[in-house]
């Protein structure tokens, strides 16, 4: 198991390039379901979770080529229904097997995703919805088992905003037999970009991007070639980096419509922030300033980067707030956080953050993925050396962090640990 190992205390200047969407490409790979023909992405992220989705794919009967940033997908024909516990329990995210299988193949067996560390993760919204499409859901032996022989369209009200249960049903619906309309739909960019990618394989949807999205089903889809859009949260993640080192870097390839919840926040602590067609710069603050923060559904502020925002306002000159109202148990950094000499007070789904002159660096654990992502920033403040252990957790979401930060002028290195 590898460690991150960060000398602190040094601002990041220059320039940092954000790859493609990890949650934009989960979606967009499995759409290759929905169709015999070649389906082609590029502007690909090099992560651990795209690996688990292509070897995936390829269990179910998918011919892949995944080279660098590009990967090529051909699902002539279903080999198999069944996506195994011992692929989906590494990540959760395969449930967007679920709707393509049903729709192209009427049936599918998807192991239950259980939970992870930041909450329970059900999935009952995207079996509601699959039912309300005519399919029959059983659950057995910690598998969904969910068939149809055609789908038809359906008006399906999410109860709450769900990512990939929008993305399920969006992909179940391009295949169903007449309309079918989502209320209380995600509107996230990755939403809208697995919708552009369906419509360029003859899908007919609109309103993605809305909380309406409209779907006519098609007989059926054919193939397309796709560029991933660049990933809202890495891109979130370097900026707030910025600001909290007393950095000054542009980060490049984010689309600042995507970041402007982030844009607003890092303004009200007292960054600086210039935006260009494609590209945003942070400059940090000689002070950072408290502000209060809720995490909520796209645009609001992301939960992705709560825990990376809260490092940033350890170091606030006062006390701060942050209330996170989409999962039950995302705060595993704070422990961690404490260790590192914050002042943090745990109150229901809301912290208390009392900024501190400075973090200790110490030898801390990673739990899941934004929240190592939180203790890799600290480590980039902290006085001192501080060990990052189970880094495989930030492997999965941020493609090549320690060189991005090294080009940025950070001290960091990734290191073996012997036991
Ligand atoms: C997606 O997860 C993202 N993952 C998450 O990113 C992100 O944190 C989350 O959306 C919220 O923005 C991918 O896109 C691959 P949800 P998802 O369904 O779709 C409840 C990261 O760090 N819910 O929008 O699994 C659920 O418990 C990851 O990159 C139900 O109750 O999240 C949660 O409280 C972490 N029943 C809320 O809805 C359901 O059937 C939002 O979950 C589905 C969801």
């Known amino acids: 198991m590898d460690k991150i190992v960060i000398e602190g205390g040094r601002p990041l200047k220059g320039k940092i390039k954000i790859g493609g969407s990890k949650n934009a490409a989960l979606?967009?790979?499995?759409?290759s379901l929905l169709t015999s023909d070649k389906v082609i992405l590029t502007n690909l992220p090099?992560?651990?979770?795209?690996?688990?989705?292509?070897?995936?794919?390829e269990v179910l009967g998918v011919q892949t080529t995944l080279l660098m940033n590009r990967i090529s997908m051909q699902a002539k024909k279903i080999k198999r229904f069944e996506a195994p516990y011992e692929?989906?329990?590494?990540?959760?995210?395969?449930?967007l097997v679920l709707g393509p299988l049903v729709a192209r193949n009427g049936k599918a067996r998807v192991s239950l995703p259980g939970g992870c560390a930041i909450g329970a993760r059900p999935i009952n919204l995207h079996l509601k919805a699959l039912e309300d499409m005519g399919a029959k859901v059983k659950l057995a032996e910690g598998y969904v088992e969910a068939s149809c022989s055609r789908l038809k369209g359906a008006r399906i009200v999410f109860d709450v905003v769900t990512v990939t249960g929008t993305e399920n049903i969006m992909m179940a619906a391009a295949l169903a037999k007449g309309q079918t309309i989502i209320e209380n739909a995600a509107r996230e960019p990755e939403v809208l970009d697995l919708a552009n990618l369906l419509n360029k394989m003859g899908a007919q949807i609109s309103g993605a991007g809305t909380a309406v999205i409209t779907i006519n089903g098609v007989e059926k889809l054919h193939g397309a070639t796709h560029r991933v859009i660049a990933d809202r949260i890495e891109a979130g993640t370097y900026m707030i980096a910025a600001a909290m080192t007393r950095g000054d870097v542009m980060i490049e390839d984010v689309e600042t419509e995507y970041v402007a919840a982030l844009i607003q926040k890092l303004k009200d602590i007292g960054a600086?922030?210039?935006?260009?067609?494609?590209?945003?710069?942070?400059?940090?603050?000689?002070?950072i300033l408290p502000t209060d923060i809720k995490t909520a559904p796209y645009p609001g502020f992301a939960t992705d980067l709560q825990a990376q925002f809260m490092t940033l306002l350890t170091l606030a000159n006062g006390t701060s707030t942050i209330t996170e109202t989409i999962f039950e148990n995302r705060f595993m950094h704070v422990p961690e956080l404490v260790r590192m000499g914050a002042d943090l007070q745990v109150e229901g789904n809301t912290v208390i953050i009392r900024g501190v002159d400075k973090l200790q660096s110490a030898p801390v654990m990673a739990s899941d993925l934004?929240?190592?992502?939180s203790l890799v920033l600290a480590g980039l403040v902290a006085r001192g050396v501080t060990d990052i252990h189970r880094v495989y957790h930030i492997d999965r979401g941020y493609e090549s962090v320690e060189r991005k930060l090294r080009k940025a002028g950070a001290r960091v290195k990734r290191a073996k640990v012997k036991y």
């Open 27 to 31: 979606p967009l790979m499995a759409a």
């Open 46 to 57: 090099k992560l651990c979770d795209v690996k688990t989705m292509d070897s995936l794919l």
């Open 87 to 95: 692929l989906v329990r590494k990540m959760r995210a395969s449930i």
């Open 272 to 287: 600086t922030i210039e935006t260009y067609a494609n590209k945003v710069r942070v400059v940090g603050p000689k002070e």
């Open 370 to 373: 934004r929240a190592s992502a």
